[in-house]
């Protein structure tokens, strides 16, 4: 899949990615900043900007000015607020090419956050936070980033507090904006049936101009050391219980993360995982198991999580556990490595036949990795990676001394827990 990286003379990056015949165009503007770039008493400033630059500009004076010219084009349009970065896209036929892109371009540079409207956004973000305290697995999730990087940009959630939102004022967003969203820590990705240079001069014309400056940087999480198996227990009255194991791993340009990669596939890559059949083929113990492989600038963690009643907590845990010692033990057979991959490949396959899984490819690897790839030459690395690799990268991962195992619900014995895992 052809896509071109350009640098704009201001040092805005650009990444054209022209799909022939694709009857859509998605514009999408990343910026490099996120809650990891927040001050303590600035937690869910990122979120919360991310949330104001809809509510008008220059040139848009209301947010339904904006979401009205939006949805006459039939545009699919949204924004986001991670750790490390936000971004705001837009997405509709390719003949409104010009047009999406000019409200994206004018949210992200021309925002003037109307007094009125950020008390009133105030009380958005606010029942954002309560929603998510509400859900078992959210506030599970939340306990268990504050046990495991207390002190550290870590620990904090990306929507901040009611406290630090209640606290943000104008002056904070636009303070915050203009050092922050700088030509140099922004990104431009264009994909879907639009000619590149046709996308290249429009973003010329549109982020050209931006004024260059220094942005802060990431106020990076320093990963401390970990001697043994530790427990968070949240007592709630849920009707299940919900669990995390979470290690504590590596950071993103670590060389075994594409093995790592693989690993995660054979335990929760599709029906057929290792996972899957264990927990809910064989044991019938609840009905989601996930797993995932985050990793940072400066750190990473393997996270599996599933949920039971609370009198199988030690049960499932103790059988996780012993999937993850499988894998560090047993050299996975070469059908299942090819089946993970297929699975793998085919998957990113899939996500491109859209303008906006385009975009998102190429833009997630422009911000977080070391070099943009084409599906072929991913394919390529995944295909290398050896059963030794991933017996390599299961000791490296699941290593116990580095465990941290959470969960919520009511009545969980913790003694149980804690003997399974060595706690």
Same mark, same amino acid.
């Given at each position: ?82 750790? /490390? ?87 904070? @967003? ?32 549109? +982020?050209?101009?931006? @004024? ?22 949240? /007592? ?66 393997f996270h599996i999580s599933t949920g039971t009643t609370a009198e199988r907590v030690a049960e499932i845990a103790g059988a996780i556990i012993a999937e993850t010692r499988r894998l560090q033990t047993e050299a996975v057979p070469g059908d299942e490595l090819e089946k993970i991959r297929s699975l793998i490949r085919s998957r990113v396959r899939m996500s491109l036949e859209t ?10 690897? /422009? ?14 690395? @995944? ?14 991962? +699941? ?25």
């Amino acid at each position: 899949m052809k896509h071109t990286k350009t640098i704009l003379d201001n040092g805005v990056r650009v990444i054209t990615a022209p799909m022939d015949g694709n009857p859509t165009v998605t514009v999408m503007v990343t910026v490099g900043t996120g809650s990891y770039h927040e001050e303590p008493q600035e937690s869910g400033l990122s979120h919360f900007l991310e949330h104001m630059c809809f509510k008008g500009t220059t040139r848009r004076p209301t947010s339904l000015s904006i979401t009205t010219e939006l949805d006459g084009m039939g545009a699919i349009y949204n924004a986001f607020t991670s750790n /490390e970065i936000t971004g705001y896209y837009a997405k509709a036929d390719a003949k409104h090419f010009e047009r999406i892109g000019d409200i994206v371009a004018d949210i992200y540079q021309n925002s003037v956050f109307p007094e009125g409207e950020i008390e009133r956004e105030k009380g958005v973000v606010l029942g954002e936070i309560d929603m998510y305290a509400d859900e078992p697995q959210e506030k599970i999730s939340d306990a268990l980033r504050e046990h495991m990087y207390k002190g550290q940009s870590a620990s904090r959630a990306v929507l901040g507090t009611k406290e630090t939102v209640r606290a943000i004022t104008r002056a904070d @967003l636009m303070r915050y904006r203009d050092m922050q969203y700088r030509p140099h820590n922004t990104l431009v990705t264009i994909a879907g049936g639009v000619e590149e240079a046709e996308a290249l001069a429009f973003a010329r014309k549109t +982020f050209g101009s931006m @004024l260059s400056g220094d942005s802060r940087p990431e106020f990076a999480t320093a990963d401390r050391d970990q001697h043994g198996p530790e427990t968070v227990f949240v /007592e709630k009255d849920t009707d299940q219980a919900h669990m995390i194991l979470a290690w504590r791993t590596f950071d993103r340009s670590h060389r075994e993360r594409f093995a790592a990669r693989i690993a995660n596939g054979i335990l929760r890559g599709g029906m057929s995982s290792r996972l899957f059949i264990k927990l809910r083929d064989e044991m019938g113990s609840g009905y989601y198991i996930s797993s995932g492989h985050d990793t940072y600038r400066t750190f990473g963690q393997f996270h599996i999580s599933t949920g039971t009643t609370a009198e199988r907590v030690a049960e499932i845990a103790g059988a996780i556990i012993a999937e993850t010692r499988r894998l560090q033990t047993e050299a996975v057979p070469g059908d299942e490595l090819e089946k993970i991959r297929s699975l793998i490949r085919s998957r990113v396959r899939m996500s491109l036949e859209t303008s906006d899984g385009v975009a998102d490819f190429f833009a997630d690897q /422009e911000m977080f990795d070391d070099a943009v790839r084409s599906p072929e030459e991913l394919d390529a690395i @995944l295909s290398s990676v050896t059963a030794e690799d991933v017996m390599a990268v299961a000791r490296t991962i +699941f290593d116990s001394s580095k465990l941290t195992f959470a969960v919520i619900g009511k009545g969980i014995d913790r003694d149980a827990v804690s003997k399974v895992i060595g706690a």
